[in-house]
Structure formats: structure tokens, C-alpha cells
């Protein structure tokens, strides 16, 4: 079956970075699109990036741009995101998505100083 683990959260100070990964399994990775999303308290959850099979395309929130990129490695079964210039806005729980329907179980990110 399915499964998406996500890591790499963390308590972070403002302005520092994080990388976040999400190990896959159960499904031939290398054949679709990924994306990360996140939701803060209180709130919806929102789509922060996706990337293209071989990763050649990737696609941004306006909130994130130049400051997040996300990547794979289709070898590893893996997708990153990796959080530069983090603001306290940025704190939600991140999580890895498959076709909008299979979810991880998230990775807490927290940007306080």
C-alpha cells in the first residue's frame, strides 16, 4: 500500500532553514508527481510546492517563492523540500501528497525565536 513518511521537522529560528523529506513507498515512485502542503492552526490546508515525475517542472505557492524548492531523487523514493529564509508564518505541519488523495502523517515546523 501507499505509504509517505515525512521528516526532517523542527523548531527553527526566524530566517534560518530546514529540509524536509518524505520517503515513499508501495507505488512506482518515479512515475508521478509530488507535492508538499502545509496547514497552520486554524487553517486550511494549502498547497506549498509540487514537482513534475523527473522533476523538470515544479510549481510554487506565491507565500514560498525563492525561498522553498522542492526536488526528488527518483533513485531514493524521496522528495524534499528545502526551507530557506524561514518566517513565523511558515510554522504549519507539512505534508507529503500523492495525486491529492494519499497523505503522510506530517512533520511539525515551528519558525519562533
Known amino acids: 500500500q501507499v505509504q509517505l513518511v515525512e521528516s526532517g521537522g523542527g523548531l527553527v529560528q526566524p530566517g534560518g532553514s530546514l529540509r524536509l523529506s518524505c520517503a515513499a513507498s508501495?507505488?512506482?515512485?518515479?512515475?508521478?508527481?509530488m507535492s508538499w502542503y502545509r496547514q497552520a492552526p486554524g487553517k486550511e490546508r494549502e498547497l506549498v510546492a509540487g514537482?513534475?515525475?523527473?522533476?523538470?517542472?515544479?510549481n510554487y505557492a506565491d507565500s514560498v517563492k525563492g525561498r522553498f524548492t522542492i526536488s526528488r531523487d527518483n533513485a531514493k523514493n524521496t522528495v524534499y523540500l528545502q526551507m530557506n529564509s524561514l518566517k513565523p508564518e511558515d510554522t504549519a505541519v507539512y505534508y507529503c501528497?500523492?495525486?491529492?488523495?494519499?497523505w503522510g502523517q506530517g512533520t511539525q515546523v515551528t519558525v519562533s525565536s
Open positions: 501528497n500523492l495525486l491529492g488523495k494519499y
Open positions: 508501495g507505488f512506482t515512485f518515479s512515475i508521478y508527481a
Open positions: 514537482i513534475s515525475r523527473v522533476g523538470g517542472s515544479t
